[in-house]
């Protein structure tokens, strides 16, 4: 019997490029529904037959029921989702649009298509600012940001599906997504960048002169926030395992994705100072609004249920990871 195939929506992004790729390796066939083409990274693997890419926009209802019939899949991951934190404050409508009114527009298709499994990208934004760490799926949820709020109402609206119309899901609330594929053909590249890992990493390149430090004065270790940075091959890992459980009949369920240690944002400098051998000039900057000084995740519950484990989980792998394929990049432009 053929394995399932599995409809990616945003799969052509930085973490969705890493899931599609996982997927192909175990030979499931995949097919990616983006507004981008597929990367050139994966092209290769277009080869061996398993990965489709349809371009197209969430918002096209014609274009996604064209895709269901065309393939037919048992299961759908999305992650079509808008990301920035503050462009979400400046820009609601944006982001409830995409995220919200997009993903409905999915939802439904999916269920007009006959696909009843679905995993969702969630994010530890659901919880805004924890009371406790390491975070647990049953701290409660308080998100404090448009971007968190599309989250966490989607983790609603997709609990209310499952009670009406038997969609069951997953939602992985990742924690800090870093680190790029060993091959170095897949890597983060967001614009704007907003993310510390490849903004550190922008210094080395000779793309900025030097790195803002958002705020010295929390109460942690050394001042600085502390987050759970995860690899991203981890997290791809995990989407793999929750879509089989999915279509092995689990129920609807939420987890948390993360090392379960955090890092300061000057230990992460350090360590890219490291695996760069060189130093990467800061700028003490003010707090950026709405960061919490820690989060951390527990991720017991997807250790126990999903028989997950981060493999490439040092500050270390994570940034020379990303190293790897920012020079490749570089390689390219030059
Ligand atoms: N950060 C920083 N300088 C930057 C970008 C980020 O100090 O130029 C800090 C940010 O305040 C947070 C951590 O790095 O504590 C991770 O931020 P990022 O935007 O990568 O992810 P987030 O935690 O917002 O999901």
């Not at 609603?156 to 053909?185: M, Q, T």
Request: aromatic share 8%; net charge negative.
């Amino acid at each position: 019997m053929s394995k399932p195939r599995i409809i990616v929506t945003g799969g052509a992004g930085y973490i969705g490029s890493h899931i599609v790729k996982a997927l192909v390796e175990k030979e499931y066939c995949v097919i990616v529904y983006d507004r981008k083409p597929i990367p050139g990274g994966l092209r290769a693997l277009q080869a061996g037959g398993l990965l489709h890419g349809i371009q197209a926009d969430l918002a096209d209802r014609a274009a996604l029921d064209a895709a269901l019939r065309k393939f037919e899949p048992n299961a759908a991951i999305n992650l079509a989702g808008y990301i920035a934190v503050g462009e979400s404050v400046r820009d609601p409508g944006k982001y409830y649009d995409n995220n919200i009114a997009n993903g409905l527009n999915l939802l439904d298709a999916l269920l007009a298509g006959g696909v009843k499994c679905f995993v969702f990208s969630s994010s530890a934004a659901v919880y805004g600012m924890p009371r406790e760490v390491p975070i647990a799926e049953d701290h409660p949820t308080a998100p404090i940001n448009p971007y968190g709020r599309t989250k966490w109402f989607f983790e609603h609206i997709l609990r209310d599906y499952d009670a009406a119309y038997g969609l069951r899901s997953i939602s992985l609330r990742y924690f800090n997504a870093a680190g790029a594929d060993h091959s170095g053909e897949i890597g983060e590249a967001h614009d704007p960048e907003t993310h510390l890992v490849p903004l550190v990493l922008q210094v080395p390149m000779g793309l900025r002169d030097s790195v803002a430090i958002f705020g010295s004065d929390y109460p942690t270790r050394d001042g600085t926030c502390v987050r759970d940075y995860i690899h991203v091959t981890d997290l791809a890992d995990a989407h793999v395992r929750a879509v089989e459980a999915l279509l092995d009949g689990s129920p609807t369920d939420v987890f948390n994705l993360g090392n379960g240690e955090g890092c300061t944002v000057r230990e992460v400098i350090a360590a890219a100072e490291e695996v760069v051998g060189g130093n990467i000039k800061t700028l003490d900057a003010p707090r950026r609004p709405g960061d919490p000084a820690a989060l951390v995740a527990s991720s017991e519950k997807a250790m126990q249920k999903l028989g997950w484990r981060p493999k490439h989980n040092t500050l270390k792998i994570i940034i020379q990871t990303a190293w790897q394929w920012h020079k490749r990049q570089m390689g390219k432009d030059a």
